[in-house]
Nanobody, 120 residues
Framework: QVQLVESGGDLVQPGGSLRLSCAAS????????MGWYRQAPGKQRELVAT???????NYIDSVKGRFTISRDDAKNTVYLQMNSLKPEDTAVYYC??????????????WGQGTQVTVSS
């Protein structure tokens, strides 16, 4: 019924930049909060950034000043602009959305993930 599809992951050198996109599709009435998580091999998934319906953004301390989350409600899409990338940013990045689906339920949905590798 609802799908989230991420794109933009790639291999990049330290100090480089990437922009991740996550588009929601399907039976969606409205989207509330959206966010990005990441999971490195052997580690737990961690929250990276969130953005509310009103546009209020929050970030994990390690990415503040480097990453920017934004959303385009006309496209049901959330973005993560990542600058000054470091090797420790290497992970699979997952998008997440809390939304009101077509059946009238508020649920959280996950994308399949996109790989970001920062290495020289």
């Amino acid at each position: 019924q609802v799908q989230l599809v991420e794109s933009g992951g790639d291999l990049v050198q330290p100090g480089g930049s990437l922009r991740l996109s996550c588009a929601a599709s399907g039976s969606i009435f409205s989207i509330n909060d959206m966010g990005w998580y990441r999971q490195a091999p052997g580690k737990q998934r961690e929250l990276v950034a969130t953005i509310t319906k009103r546009g209020t953004a929050n970030y994990i301390d390690s990415v503040k000043g480097r990453f920017t989350i934004s959303r385009d409600d006309a496209k049901n899409t959330v973005y993560l602009q990542m600058n000054s990338l470091k090797p420790e940013d290497t992970a699979v990045y997952y998008c997440n959305a809390e939304l009101w689906n077509g059946l009238g339920y508020v649920r959280r949905y996950w994308g399949q993930g996109t790989q970001v590798t920062v290495s020289s």
